[in-house]
């Protein structure tokens, strides 16, 4: 079975604009959750989606944003982008919530200048 | 809510001999407790979980944990580490009685295993 994959795997952006990363989870998962990974504040969870249905949301300003697609398949946005968004933004899918692991894509490195 | 602990940002340990890495948490239920592993430019690699059951839990590559209910801790333990163990290591946790998939994460311990 193939893994969890994010596209891209590297973004350079300026501040001020916007960015989407894409999240397919591995086949039959139906949540996807993410995870912003910085050095200064470590793994953060940024929101969970089951079902096209936002379950969870972290504590994180409305510019950050998401969705999921039917087919499972997770995007998310961040707009007006600031210098401390860089960061390895992890994408994470499991069967259904609860008991079951979550298994993590290679992330995306984004950098804003 | 929900917290975790890691108290060593970095364990040294030579090769062959045991390692520990430490972890305990704090929910207010009861917790569904998980390793993970991060090598250089990837993501996180699941090791073992706790659900319930024994409280000494066997995963991948030889590791394991104890769930210690009365310590709130889940050590992460394994008889005889190897160079190539060499990475970052998360404890998690996720409250049983909140819905979802919300991890919270500690902030991580670097294993550091000389030859």
């Known amino acids: 079975k193939a893994g969890v994959t994010q596209t891209p795997r590297y973004l350079i952006k300026t501040r001020g604009q916007q960015v989407t990363l894409s999240c397919s989870p591995i086949?039959?998962?139906?949540?996807v959750s993410w995870y912003q990974q910085t050095p200064g504040q470590g793994l953060q969870f940024l929101f969970e989606?089951?079902?096209?249905?936002?379950?969870n949301k972290g504590n994180f300003p409305g510019r950050f944003s998401g969705r999921q697609f039917s087919n499972s398949r997770s995007e998310m946005n961040v707009s007006t982008l600031e210098l401390g968004d860089s960061a390895l933004y992890l994408c994470?899918?499991?069967?259904?919530?609860?008991?079951?692991?979550?298994?993590f894509g290679p992330g995306t490195r984004l950098t804003v200048l | 809510a929900q917290s975790v602990a890691q108290p060593e940002d970095q364990v040294n340990v030579a090769e062959g001999n045991p390692l520990t890495v430490k972890c305990t948490y704090s929910v207010s239920g009861n917790p569904y407790l998980f390793w993970y592993v991060q090598y250089p430019n990837r993501g996180l690699q699941f090791l073992l979980k706790y659900i319930t059951g024994d409280n000494l839990v066997k995963g991948s590559y030889g590791f394991e944990a104890e769930f210690n209910k009365s310590q709130t801790s889940f050590h992460l333990k394994k008889p005889s580490a190897l160079v190539s163990d060499s990475a970052l290591y998360f404890c998690a946790v996720r409250d049983y009685n909140n819905a979802g998939n919300m991890l919270t994460f500690g902030g991580g311990t670097r294993l550091m295993v000389k030859p």
């Open positions: 994470a899918s499991s069967l259904v919530q609860g008991r079951n692991e979550q298994f």
């Open positions: 989606y089951f079902s096209e249905t936002q379950r």
């Open positions: 086949s039959g998962h139906r949540s």
